[in-house]
């Protein structure tokens, strides 16, 4: 069954867009059907946002930062009816369209709304040595123009509404294209931004599949913030490539937890639950792999395999995990699964689609005696399922932490804060949590950004919010342009002036001061 098919042809009017049905992974029951904006349709909204954003970037950022506030007030009052929306096309618990859709976009909003007037400031930075006494120099940040955002499926709300909030913000204009998987979840952001007053013209939702996100790539936009898999993340980044447009790209992740002899180990196995089964693992930095140290972990598997007997999974009332959100991702956890135990792994709990229910629903899953010749260790797996490695030390957690393509997240588990510093800094990946497990994505003002092939860019701390502008370099000479003016022409006598004035600035102990 798959979640959404195409309208036949015989069924469309003669001349009528494409259309695709979209059915509810929870029950597979039919829920809605979307019209595909073609490449004409992202044309013309590009033309209209080109037209309306010079007036939006010439307005104080304070202004536009007033909207972000009102924002935050509609999805505070408006959030049931959000959580409805995604909901009912992802499948997700209340919780977790509550925790990892609402209330990070609530954070997202407040954060930049206080911030960005400080973080986008014009601002003058004293050059170096003598070059202070004959120029100033100004830095401002200016807007791209129009942004392309293209999110995907697993977290269909912020990850359209976070970088549409720092592109508008910044004084752009935006294209959004959602997942055609969960669209009406991206539709909620043009929703919650014409309630919050942003002037008309500056946020175009387009709904549809790759073929419009590849139009809205080769459009003409002055960026393109990509979240989704490595694949497409690749085509996205060449086509920017061609067209020499910036992209940020936010890619997939396989991240591994690394478990030390001296963790607390109730909350070392808590904190793998969480990272591994929230929002049904289908989270880019959520916990794929697991390094135990020897001395405990035998206790680690035990603590597991006991709480994740307690989940619970279904879709109405209350759960931990729902179903998968996309048909071809339960296939990647079944077959990433079904070549573990071909390889000798072995399921201690779940390994299967869940037999009670009627959706994509894959049980959650601890498998143990995995390798890294197997799939379930190397690549992203995406689903309700961890594996857990026993290893001889650290150091071999580290290796094997390492020996992967994907950087995104991490985390360690020690009670030794200063350990966990030092081994977190010998992980080559993004970001890393020491004794947690969702937050890396969750604080706005780190660094959130892929290493290898987990992407390029940042999507948070100040260097995102700026990767929406060009900060603008502007140098003005004190001396009123007597000095250039008086370059040309050239002769032996200034040739030896300048000689003599490099050899007085870098030969002596003064270029300590003036480097
Ligand atoms: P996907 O790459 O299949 O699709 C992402 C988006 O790209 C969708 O909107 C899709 O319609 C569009 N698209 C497809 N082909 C395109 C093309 N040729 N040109 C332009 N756009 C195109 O990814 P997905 O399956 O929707 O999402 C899951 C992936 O996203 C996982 O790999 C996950 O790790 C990753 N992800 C990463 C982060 C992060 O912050 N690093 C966050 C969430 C998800």
């Known amino acids: 069954m798959a979640i959404v098919t195409p309208v036949s042809p015989g069924e469309l009017a003669p001349g009528a867009r494409r259309r695709l049905r979209l059915a509810s992974p929870a029950t597979l029951e039919p829920i809605d059907e979307?019209?595909?904006?073609?490449?004409?349709?992202?044309?013309a909204a590009l033309e209209a946002a080109r037209k309306a954003q010079p007036a939006w970037a010439a307005r104080p950022v304070a202004e536009r930062a007033q909207v972000l506030w009102r924002a935050l007030d509609v999805l505070l009052a408006r959030m049931d009816e959000y959580v409805a929306v995604i909901q009912r096309e992802s499948g997700k618990p209340r919780t977790d369209a509550l925790m990892i859709e609402i209330f990070a976009a609530c954070d997202a909003?407040?954060?930049?709304?206080?911030?960005?007037?400080?973080?986008?400031?014009?601002?003058?930075?004293?050059?170096?040595?003598?070059?202070?006494?004959?120029k100033k120099l100004h830095l401002v940040p200016r807007p791209l123009g129009v942004i392309g955002v293209i999110s995907p499926w697993n977290g269909p709300f912020i990850l359209s509404v976070n970088p549409t909030l720092q592109a508008l913000v910044a004084g752009n204009a935006v294209l959004l294209k959602p997942?055609?998987?969960?669209?009406?979840?991206?539709?909620?952001?043009?929703?919650?931004?014409?309630?919050?007053?942003?002037?008309?013209?500056?946020?175009?939702?387009?709904?549809?599949?790759?073929?419009?996100?590849?139009?809205?790539?080769?459009?003409?936009?002055?960026?393109?913030?990509?979240?989704?898999?490595?694949?497409?993340?690749?085509?996205?980044?060449?086509?920017?490539?061609?067209?020499l447009v910036p992209c940020t790209l936010e890619l997939g992740g396989k991240d591994p937890m690394i478990v030390c002899a001296d963790a607390d180990l109730d909350r070392a196995a808590g904190g793998a639950l969480a990272g591994a089964f929230f929002n049904a693992g289908q989270v880019c930095f959520s916990t794929e792999r697991v390094y135990v140290v020897d001395a405990v972990y035998d206790e680690f598997v035990r603590r597991v395999v006991e709480r994740t007997r307690t989940l619970r999974q279904g879709s109405g009332?209350?759960?931990e995990i729902g179903p998968m959100i996309w048909?071809?991702?339960?296939?990647?956890?079944?077959?990433?699964?079904?070549?573990?135990?071909?390889k000798g792994a072995k399921v201690l709990i779940g390994g299967r689609r869940n037999p009670a229910l009627e959706g994509l629903y894959f049980e959650p899953t601890v498998l143990v005696d995995v390798t890294h010749d197997m799939a379930i260790l190397r690549e992203e797996t995406f689903g309700p399922v961890l594996p857990i490695v026993r290893v001889r030390d650290e150091e071999e957690a580290l290796r094997l932490a390492n020996d992967c393509r994907y950087g995104l997240g991490a985390t360690v588990w020690t009670r030794d804060a200063t350990k966990g510093v030092a081994l977190a800094t010998r992980i080559d990946s993004g970001s890393v949590c020491v004794n947690d497990m969702t937050m890396t994505y969750g604080a706005p003002e780190a660094p959130f950004g892929g290493r290898k092939e987990s992407g390029v860019g940042y999507v948070h701390g100040p260097d995102a919010l700026l990767s929406?502008?060009?900060?603008?370099?502007?140098?003005?000479?004190?001396?009123?342009?007597?000095?250039?003016?008086?370059?040309?022409?050239?002769?032996?006598?200034?040739?030896a002036g300048m000689q003599k004035f490099m050899r007085f600035l870098w030969s002596t102990p003064l270029r300590r001061f003036v480097g």
């Open 468 to 495: 929406y502008c060009h900060v603008q370099a502007v140098l003005v000479d004190r001396l009123g342009g007597r000095q250039t003016a008086s370059h040309f022409p050239y002769s032996a006598a200034k040739d």
């Open 179 to 243: 997942s055609e998987v969960t669209p009406r979840s991206g539709e909620l952001v043009a929703k919650l931004f014409a309630e919050a007053g942003l002037p008309e013209g500056l946020l175009h939702v387009l709904l549809g599949d790759g073929e419009t996100g590849a139009a809205l790539v080769e459009s003409g936009v002055d960026k393109v913030s990509f979240t989704g898999s490595v694949g497409t993340g690749r085509k996205v980044g060449e086509a920017c490539a061609r067209r």
């Open 327 to 342: 048909p071809r991702q339960l296939e990647i956890v079944e077959q990433h699964v079904a070549d573990a135990i071909a």
């Open 109 to 134: 909003l407040a954060h930049f709304a206080k911030r960005a007037e400080r973080m986008l400031r014009p601002r003058t930075q004293r050059l170096h040595g003598v070059l202070a006494l004959a």
């Open 317 to 319: 009332g209350e759960f």
């Open 34 to 43: 979307i019209e595909v904006a073609t490449a004409a349709d992202v044309v």
